[in-house]
Nanobody, 123 residues
Framework: QVQLVESGGGLVQAGGPLRLSCAAS????????MGWFRRAPGKEREFVAA????????SYNDSVKGRFTISRDNAKNTVDLRLNSLKPEDTAIYYC????????????????WGQGTQVTVSS
């Protein structure tokens, strides 16, 4: 397993950008598919974006497609999520997740989780 620490959350106005980063410890980062999930107030955690071990494949929730971009740097053990054209409904705690078994589009497949970072979008 890898240990994950998110950073970059904060308060932003609607329409603005934000960049989240997830730093992973351990030498097996490149063996893990990575994903971002979020939990909005009063709602269940939902999938946001995923990226394969090599970074060649990505997947997005329809609600963020075209606005968010996931990327990774295996040399630095990091995975980023760029959020553009933010909307108030994007307000949530964003979690980084890792899996050595499969593409992380379902939370039950994740083996490691970060502690989360809060994103708040004001209207």
């Amino acid at each position: 397993q890898v240990q994950l620490v998110e950073s970059g959350g904060g308060l932003v106005q609607a329409g603005g950008p934000l960049r989240l980063s997830c730093a992973a410890s351990g030498r097996t980062f490149s063996n893990h598919a990575m994903g971002w999930f979020r939990r909005a107030p009063g709602k269940e955690r939902e999938f946001v974006a995923a990226i394969s071990r090599s970074g060649s494949s990505t997947s997005y929730n329809d609600s963020v497609k075209g606005r968010f971009t996931i990327s990774r740097d295996n040399a630095k053990n990091t995975v980023d999520l760029r959020l553009n054209s933010l909307k108030p409904e994007d307000t949530a705690i964003y979690y980084c997740a890792a899996s050595a078994r499969s593409f992380v589009t379902i939370s039950s497949t994740a083996e490691s989780w970060g502690q989360g970072t809060q994103v708040t979008v004001s209207s």
